[in-house]
């Protein structure tokens, strides 16, 4: 009988080892489903996977979002970022390190206490700290190369039930969330169950200087060695550390904060995993902290421990960390600038030259809102537009809520070739191979323009709901994102609130894919004798709040006769008519607020052309 199979077969059907390693891989219960373990999947820490038993009693982890798949060995490989042959070879020790398959789990020592999770782990880390002896914390500093203060001021105690090294973690106030144990003979880790991923925060931090941000308690106790207030994580891709770290920095303001992540092999998942959740915590603690580096110990050092085991000190981390560039506010608009002087940052022509200098609307991480009455031609202006930046390569994707795909590439088409005809039926009908020309001419360009176009959903679509489709085609590279119009969105009986939920999410998924976002809207019932404002924007005030640009749209229905300045000569006026005029009521970014911009329709193209800036009318007076 080959014994370390059938170990590892016993461990994979072990309940209680597969709970303890699901909670140790920073998974967090509620109810009857789990938080995913994944750091990519989209989930966030809303409870998208479940725990089950396969036919040959295996317990295995299952994502309904990202379709992880993971048994015990899997969630430790995740979690520890080792190959999985390496973490089956170490199981045989790590089943000693756990314990036998009888062994009491933490929640059935609990069950019917009447205690507290946090009691009860508050107790267990007190009991484990009076057991330690002096000479087993000198044998586990020498053993890691750190000293015996370092373990004490982060309270290290003594499990002889596990025959394991135990580190409290904590949350942001120091209330005991967990408790991370450490075999004493494998090194294995693990955690006791029913507590969850916290922080190692160690007694008596200086307030002042840098506060260093490590992986796990060893890393933090070598830190602490060298001088330096330092802090470790429990889990580099738990979410819940991240909010503990932010809660406890806005609570202890520091000037800068360093975090110093593992070396993992290169192009490896781990690796990824890794460099990814050290950027995340970075952004978040950006508008925390006055600067924010991040770095990693030099090759061939795997972590800050080993670093500091090969005679690193104080000089050469701060050396390090001044190496690497700071993600404090002066380097995000550094940052910004360097883009905008490189041209990698830009607002986004659109067919309109004064509309374009006037508004500066398509900057990235802006939303435009485009509002009108009903039939003012605002989907007809906006199809001329997309067919502009397809025509340039600019990447788009368009919702339409209200009508078919093939009813707006039919008059996308008809604006292409300048046929309006097009869009009647009848005159279809009576010019069959004039159609079937223009079709088999322009089917090339139809299929690759209508791929942007997503069509009108065959049930309502909730306004929160076209969040998730926003972030899918920022996430495929769409650098503008329409949704037409914003108002056939359901909504609850508070729409102000969805509306102001919708833009203080959406906002931020601009910010971080560099795209732009143009909103569709109409003008809320009510008195339309009197010229629109922007409190007549349809669904509430967070429209006009969180948005950067707002332009109106207005069809005269007979053509009026005004003032422009023209684009040859800017300081030279004319007379001329026109059928439409844009108002640009609201532009953050833009000189022409105010600005009413007067159009021309032709119904033969079913195109719009700007013919300058309106400088009066037979019965208003409006300058620029």
């Avoid at 889990?235 to 593992?262: C, G, K």
Wanted: charged share 25%; glycine share 8%; hydrophobic share 40%.
């Amino acid at each position: 009988m080959n014994y370390h199979l059938d170990t590892i077969r016993a461990m994979r059907r072990n309940e209680v080892k597969f709970d303890r390693e699901l909670a140790a891989a920073g998974s967090i219960r509620k109810g009857r489903k789990y938080t995913c373990v994944n750091s990519a999947c989209g989930s966030g820490r809303k409870p998208a996977g479940s725990k089950w038993q396969d036919q040959d009693g295996v317990w295995r982890f299952k994502c309904h979002r990202c379709e992880l798949c993971a048994d015990l060995f899997d969630l430790r490989a995740l979690r520890t970022g080792t190959p999985l042959a390496d973490v089956l070879r170490e199981a045989k020790g790590d089943e000693n390190a756990c314990g036998g398959s009888q062994q009491t789990t933490h929640h059935e020592r609990r069950k019917g206490s009447g205690m507290p999770a946090s009691d009860s782990l508050l107790t267990m880390a007190k009991q484990y700290a009076v057991a330690i002896t002096d000479q087993q914390v000198s044998e586990l500093a020498v053993a890691l190369g750190v000293t015996a203060r370092s373990l004490r001021r982060l309270r290290v105690g003594w499990c002889e039930r596990s025959a394991a090294f135990s580190f409290p973690m904590r949350n942001a106030k120091g209330s005991i969330v967990g408790i991370r144990l450490r075999h004493a003979k494998s090194g294995a880790k693990f955690a006791e169950t029913g507590g969850h991923d916290g922080l190692f925060i160690p007694t008596g931090l200086s307030g002042e200087g840098a506060l260093v941000i490590c992986e796990g308690p060893t890393d933090c106790c070598a830190v602490l060695d060298m001088g330096f207030d330092a802090i470790g994580r429990g889990n580099n891709n738990s979410r819940q550390s991240e909010e503990y770290i932010t809660a406890f920095l806005t609570a202890n303001p520091r000037e800068e904060m360093w975090i110093v992540h593992d070396v993992d092999p290169s192009g490896s998942r781990a690796a990824t995993q890794t460099v990814k959740a050290a950027d995340r915590l970075a952004s978040r603690l950006v508008p925390v902290v006055g600067a924010v580096r991040v770095f990693s110990p030099p090759a061939p050092y795997k972590d800050v421990r080993a670093w500091r085991n090969a005679g690193a000190t104080m000089d050469d981390v701060d050396i390090a960390a001044y190496q690497a560039p700071s993600r404090g506010p002066s380097a995000e608009l550094g940052a910004v600038l360097e883009a905008e002087i490189s041209g990698q940052r830009q607002a986004i022509e659109w067919p309109w030259r004064f509309l374009t200098k006037g508004a500066q609307a398509l900057i990235p991480g802006t939303v435009t809102i485009i509002a009108g009455e009903s039939g003012a031609t605002k989907s007809l202006w906006v199809l001329q537009a997309l067919a502009h930046w397809f025509d340039l390569g600019i990447p788009f994707a368009i919702y339409e809520l209200e009508e078919s795909r093939h009813y707006h590439l039919r008059r996308a088409l008809a604006q292409r070739v300048g046929a309006s005809w097009l869009t009647n039926l009848n005159m279809v009908h009576e010019r069959p191979d004039e159609t079937r020309a223009i079709h088999f001419e322009h089917s090339a360009w139809e299929d690759r323009f209508a791929r942007q176009i997503y069509d009108a959903p065959d049930k309502p679509v909730m306004l929160l709901s076209l969040v998730a489709w926003i972030e899918a085609r920022l996430i495929e590279g769409a650098r503008i994102v329409i949704v037409d119009p914003i108002t056939a969105a359901v909504t609850s009986d508070m729409p102000w609130e969805d509306a102001q939920r919708f833009m203080q999410t959406v906002k931020p998924l601009l910010d971080r894919y560099g795209a732009s976002l143009i909103l569709l809207s109409h003008r809320k019932s009510g008195n339309r004798r009197m010229p629109a404002t922007l409190d007549d924007l349809a669904g509430g005030s967070a429209w006009q709040r969180f948005s950067q640009c707002i332009l109106w749209i207005e069809r005269h229905d007979n053509p009026k006769t005004v003032t422009l300045r023209r684009f040859e000569d800017y300081s030279l006026t004319d007379l001329d008519q026109i059928t439409h005029t844009v108002r640009i009521m609201k532009c953050r970014n833009g000189i022409g607020a105010g600005w009413h911009l007067g159009y021309s329709f032709d119904p033969q193209t079913l195109r719009l052309d700007e013919r300058g800036v309106i400088v009066r009318t037979q019965r208003q007076s409006a300058s620029c």
